[in-house]
């Protein structure tokens, strides 16, 4: 699996945009950029995926660059609820069936 | 998306003794299921690939006679943790697929052996 990069923290206001970037340089052609985010004491909580196309959920939006070597989730309005770790991981072939390799991902924080 | 329910969420045992831990997908039939070990302050690490009907198989570097995992049902795969020591204290997620792309996650178990 390709390897991703991600700031160790973030800070954000509460009601404003939060914009998590992540490096994926090394991606390969038919593998998908999925995010998952962990709250303290929980398991991971899926929020969005994309493979090439910007994607948008009711949670969150995906802005895949055009080389796909880099992305950003971002949190149109963040709430306190929000505070938690984001993990950016590329998995090919759907992640049904394949390990997801988490890293240390992004601490983000927000703030009143 | 795929509902996923772990039982116990928190347990408490002495050293030596063994403790089964059970993940259940309420709303999906998945043949595969995921076990994963989640230190302090560290991110998660699979363990193992629970296959229901076969044999899981294992990471490197997990014991499959310490950590035996069981899928015996479509919902249904345990992991239990044989002759638990302190050192294997940590919080047990486990995962299965919710769909055609995307893994679901239970709300964890925090074991803790004295």
């Known amino acids: 699996d390709a390897k991703t990069t991600q700031p160790t923290s973030m800070d954000c206001a509460e009601g404003r945009a939060a914009n998590l970037p992540c490096n994926h340089s090394?991606?390969?052609?038919?593998?998908?950029v999925y995010w998952y985010r962990q709250i303290h004491s929980q398991g991971p909580q899926y929020i969005i995926h994309?493979?090439?196309n910007n994607e948008t959920n009711e949670m969150a939006s995906l802005i895949i660059t055009e080389d796909r070597k880099s992305s950003t989730l971002i949190l149109p309005h963040a709430t306190l609820r929000d505070t938690a770790v984001y993990y950016c991981?590329?998995?090919?072939?759907?992640?049904?069936?394949?390990?997801?390799?988490f890293g240390q991902g992004t601490i983000l924080t927000v703030h009143p | 998306g795929a509902v996923v329910s772990q039982h116990p969420s928190r347990v408490i045992c002495k050293s030596g003794t063994s403790v089964k831990i059970e993940c259940r997908s309420l709303?999906?039939?998945?043949?595969?299921m995921f076990w994963y070990r989640q230190f302090p302050k560290q991110s998660l690490m699979l363990m193992a690939t629970?296959?229901?009907?076969?044999?899981?198989?294992?990471e490197q570097g997990v014991e499959k006679d310490k950590f035996l995992i069981n899928h015996a049902s479509l919902t249904l795969s345990t992991l239990t943790v044989t002759s638990a020591h302190p050192e294997d204290s940590s919080f047990y997620i486990c995962?299965?697929?919710?769909?055609?792309?995307?893994?679901?996650f239970g709300p964890g178990t925090r074991l803790t052996v004295l």
């Open positions: 991981i590329v998995d090919a072939g759907g992640t049904s069936y394949g390990k997801l390799t």
């Open positions: 090394t991606i390969s052609g038919n593998e998908y």
């Open positions: 994309g493979l090439k």
């Open positions: 709303d999906f039939q998945a043949t595969t």
């Open positions: 629970s296959n229901e009907g076969s044999k899981a198989t294992y």
């Open positions: 995962s299965t697929a919710g769909g055609l792309d995307t893994q679901y």
